[in-house]
């Protein structure tokens, strides 16, 4: 019997060993698996040429994934921010929850945007440090910025109390940066529960590998070259170009009911929208807040430009940031975002983009 202790002990510390080296392995793959998808060709997919009549912008630069201390850190839904970034590079958004954003600033803003006028106000940041806040919200930035391997900052916000059923659009439309484009990301921060019938964001999963989704991919430009129609008619055929696309690609919808206090997070060129209101007794108390990633020398409108006409409407209040020294800029911008600096354009400030300057 004495004889077979050493040998039961070794058998049960090899057994543990085992154990703890499948453990290990298994942490071990995942991780690989995770940095596998967001390397491979899957995370940069495009339209055929048939599906865009040839129209397409193939000019991406593919970014190497960089290990990073963060990756195994966790929100406060227990999720690391690893997996969070294969799921994000792998369907364009993704539910975060941050562990820095209080209770009472996302209850605050939520009494603001029950008491504000209409359904939906821009930039209420200006005027309410809750609502910068929560904008500027500490793991929400860092998260931003470890997802895309770049510093990021806000220079907007948008407050809603009902559903908006907007129609499905990509963000790029509306913001892009040059002379690499895309370098921007949006999170939506739910407020209260978002119940099903109060009409939450509508996403489309996959949808930002696709391409940009703007006028020029879609073939747009070519329809509207008369620049006789309204900036009004434009988006209109634009909406339903959409839709007719995403009929023809047969792209499933996705719903982001998210839970007081938790965040879906978007990629630039992800469609989405506001989806029906089934219950018009219901709020959906929310704020987005769109940001910009560093690495861009100019931002633009690509809705209000015409790049192959040389007409660009350039968005001249947001400074400049690029990689080589974004630490100390990315310090200038957020200070200048929370002094409301970023209100209107002072052409004498260094970071105003040269084209701006020239009138």
Not at 13 to 22: E, F, P
Not at 50 to 65: Q, S, T
Not at 69 to 85: R, V, W
Not at 130 to 159: C, K, M, S, W
Request: aromatic share 10%.
């Amino acid at each position: 019997m004495y004889q077979l202790k050493p040998f039961l002990l070794g058998a049960i510390s090899s057994g543990m060993l085992l154990t703890l080296s499948y453990y290990v392995f298994t942490i071990y793959e995942e991780n690989k698996e995770y940095r596998r998808v967001l390397l491979s060709d899957e995370s940069v997919d495009h339209w055929s040429d048939e599906a865009l009549g040839g129209r397409f912008d193939r000019n991406r630069k593919r970014r190497h994934l960089k290990v990073s201390p963060l990756d195994n850190k966790k929100d406060c839904n227990g999720q690391t921010y690893l997996s969070l970034k294969y799921k994000y590079k792998k369907d364009g958004g993704v539910t975060f929850k941050s562990c820095s954003l209080s209770d009472k600033v996302v209850d605050e803003v939520s009494a603001i945007t029950e008491n504000m006028k209409g359904g939906r106000a821009q930039d209420m940041y200006h005027g309410d440090d809750n609502v910068l806040n929560l904008a500027i919200d500490r793991d929400t930035v860092e998260f931003i910025g470890y997802i895309h391997d770049r510093g990021a900052f806000p220079f907007q916000t948008l407050n809603f109390r009902v559903g908006t059923q907007q129609k499905t659009h990509s963000d790029i439309v509306h913001f892009d940066t040059l002379p690499e484009r895309g370098l921007m990301s949006a999170a939506w921060v739910a407020l209260e529960d978002i119940h099903p019938d109060s009409g939450p964001l509508v996403w489309f999963p996959g949808s930002h590998k696709l391409g940009y989704w703007d006028f020029d991919e879609l073939g747009l430009r070519i329809e509207l070259s008369s620049l006789e129609l309204t900036m009004v008619k434009d988006y209109e055929i634009y909406e339903r170009k959409v839709e007719e696309t995403i009929e023809k690609l047969g792209l499933k919808p996705s719903y982001a009911i998210l839970k007081k206090g938790e965040s879906f997070i978007w990629s630039h060129s992800l469609l989405h929208g506001g989806s029906a209101v089934n219950n018009k007794q219901l709020t959906r108390k929310s704020q987005v807040t769109h940001y910009y990633l560093t690495g861009a020398t100019a931002y633009w409108q690509p809705r209000n430009s015409i790049p192959s006409l040389g007409k660009i409407t350039y968005k001249c209040e947001v400074p400049t940031c690029t990689e080589s020294d974004h630490t100390n800029c990315l310090e200038n911008i957020h200070d200048a975002f929370k002094k409301r600096k970023m209100m209107s354009v002072d052409f004498n400030l260094p970071w105003v983009n040269a084209m701006c300057k020239v009138k």
